[in-house]
């Protein structure tokens, strides 16, 4: 036979539920507060009782006191149980509800009292102060138990103190109030606590509603899985509330927006500033997966709105991808001016292998002396104009690009522009994007051209890209440099409309401008000006310039070169 198992003891403790926790909690409070409220009156009820008593008895002192005729009774006759101030202290007793009139003379002695045998004897009570002139309310125990008692002087005609007057009021009468009193106090309480109960109830179904039924210990660890899941991940995520404050931030978007806590209860517009990010947070931009840029980040970000008129945000950071879709598409033009080349090599080749074929060698010299002197021209006329090796090294490598694609690359005339960049990184990515822009608008037009002018007013540089394109619009001058404003189709890697957005914000992170307006003669010319570009005259190169110099002649020699901001 298998062993009787053990019975299960009754284990007592809080539950477990969210509901019924606070529930019990909210009626032990009300329970509490009423139990509370009660101990609080009834104490100041006894002592107030107790007052009314000892006024009520004194009052009937008074009185009693104040009648000429116990003063000349008093003085007049002998105490006995059937003289006349006992007549008319009974007289007094009996209508005002007392439990005695005593009155006495100046040694105490009674000529009065309930009891009649008593009369004649002196107080049980010391009247020292009633007889010394002074009015006396206490609760004091006697011959005839505890009472509320008031003494008083009593004084003849010329208002000398012949006796006192003491007047008693049974306590078990005043206790008796009292406990007559709680039970419609009890029923105060307890009306109080039944609604304080309903109201409980009601306030913790709501909280079970809004809770969803969870414990305090489900809810602590969904907290604590939350704060670790927010501030583990690698995308950004912004919780804003029904006014558009931010409620919310993780790490990852602290980094991606370039703030920090103190914005959190802020309004999204003063946290952020204007722009399109705060557009788009904001939900004033609608769709999915919006491309936008914060600082030199490239982010992409999706709202969701929430159920209490709040929203929750997230932001991916796409800047290296980004990169990596400018570098294939950078790389893919390479290899269709390199397929262009090579078919024209071939070309080439074939001419002038028909040329020693036939003898002719000083037509094939000549013919080998111009092709190699087009690439030889193009790289001088670029370095005589432009000194810094990264920018022409870019331009030669453009030109090439621009060649294979049917479009004339030329230096304005007006071009100088020394080797004295502080940060050459910035303009040669603005040079690139505005360049490329400029190539895919006259591609495929007869006559196309592109002019590059460059040159320097004192330490501010001035770039200008003219080409023979379309132009643009004048209502779409501004709006070109928006974030994920473009008119060319999207390429593999994802979205364009960031190239001209960066090229605004280098130009206006250097304190400069960039702007667009019709070239003359028709298409598009923009002109951004960097002040305080280049270094002042005398000064040594920067550190580390030797190798970006021999990068750049590398570049230049093999006629291309690519920038890490392509126009999108």
């Known amino acids: 036979m298998s062993p009787t198992p053990p019975a299960r003891r009754l284990r007592l403790g809080m539950p477990k539920r969210m509901f019924s926790q606070v529930l019990l909690m909210q009626v032990a409070i009300a329970a509490g507060v009423a139990v509370l409220a009660t101990g609080l009156f009834l104490a100041p009820l006894s002592e107030q009782l107790d007052d009314q008593a000892m006024r009520r008895a004194l009052a009937i002192a008074q009185t009693t006191a104040a009648q000429p005729q116990f003063a000349e009774d008093l003085t007049s006759t002998r105490p006995s149980a059937d003289g006349p101030v006992q007549a008319e202290a009974e007289r007094i007793r009996k209508a005002s509800g007392a439990e005695y009139v005593v009155v006495m003379n100046t040694d105490g002695v009674r000529w009065s009292h309930t009891d009649p045998k008593r009369i004649g004897g002196k107080v049980s009570t010391d009247p020292e102060k009633a007889l010394a002139g002074q009015e006396v309310m206490e609760i004091d125990s006697g011959t005839l138990g505890r009472s509320a008692r008031g003494k008083v002087p009593l004084r003849n005609a010329e208002g000398d103190i012949i006796g006192a007057v003491s007047v008693g009021i049974e306590y078990d009468s005043v206790r008796a109030r009292l406990i007559h009193a709680i039970p419609g106090l009890f029923a105060y309480a307890g009306g109080a606590l039944a609604v304080g109960a309903l109201a409980a109830y009601l306030i913790s179904r709501r909280v079970q509603r809004q809770t969803r039924d969870l414990a305090f210990s489900d809810i602590a660890a969904l907290l604590a899985e939350r704060e670790a899941m927010l501030h583990g991940i690698r995308e950004g995520v912004v919780a804003l509330d029904r006014g558009g404050r931010v409620r919310l931030l993780n790490d990852e978007a602290q980094r991606l927006l370039g703030i920090g806590d103190e914005v959190v209860g802020q309004p999204l517009d003063e946290a952020l500033g204007e722009g399109r990010t705060t557009d788009v947070l904001a939900g004033r931009v609608s769709g999915t997966d919006l491309l936008t840029v914060r600082g030199q980040r490239v982010l992409v970000a999706n709202r969701m709105p929430t159920d209490d008129g709040g929203a929750v945000a997230t932001l991916r950071d796409r ?9 294939l598409d950078s790389t893919r033009g390479l290899i269709d001016a390199l397929r262009a080349q090579d078919h024209e090599h071939a070309n080439r080749m074939h001419t002038l292998l028909g040329l020693l074929e036939l003898e002719m060698y000083d037509d094939a010299v000549e013919f080998v002396g111009e092709v190699v002197g087009d690439h030889r021209v193009t790289a001088e006329q670029v370095t005589e104009k432009i000194h810094d090796p990264l920018l022409a090294a870019l331009l030669v490598g453009k030109a090439t690009v621009a060649a294979e694609r049917g479009v004339a690359l030329s230096i304005s005339d007006s071009t100088l ?19 490329d822009n400029a190539l895919d608008a ?19 540089a001035v770039l200008r890209v003219r080409d023979t394109g379309p132009g643009i619009p004048a209502e779409q001058r501004e709006l070109i440099f928006t974030d994920g404003w473009s008119t060319k189709k999207p390429p593999a890697h994802g979205k364009r409309g960031i190239g001209l957005s960066l090229v605004r914000r280098l130009a206006e992170r250097q304190g400069g401008s960039a702007r667009v307006a019709e070239a003359d003669g028709g298409g598009a010319e923009f002109t951004i000006v960097l002040p305080e570009t ?3 005259p005398g000064l040594a190169p920067e550190p580390g310039r030797a190798g970006v110099r021999y990068e750049a002649r590398q570049a230049a020699v093999a006629g291309t070169t690519t920038t890490k901001e392509e126009s999108r």
């Open 319 to 327: 800047t290296e991808l980004e990169q990596l879709g400018r570098e």
């Open 417 to 435: 522009f020394p080797d004295q960049l502080i940060d050459p990184r910035g303009l040669v990515t603005i040079v690139g994007n505005l360049v």
């Open 442 to 460: 006259v591609a495929g037009k007869q006559h196309a051209r592109v002019e590059v002018e460059l040159r320097a007013e004192g330490r501010t």
């Open 534 to 536: 280049l270094a002042e």
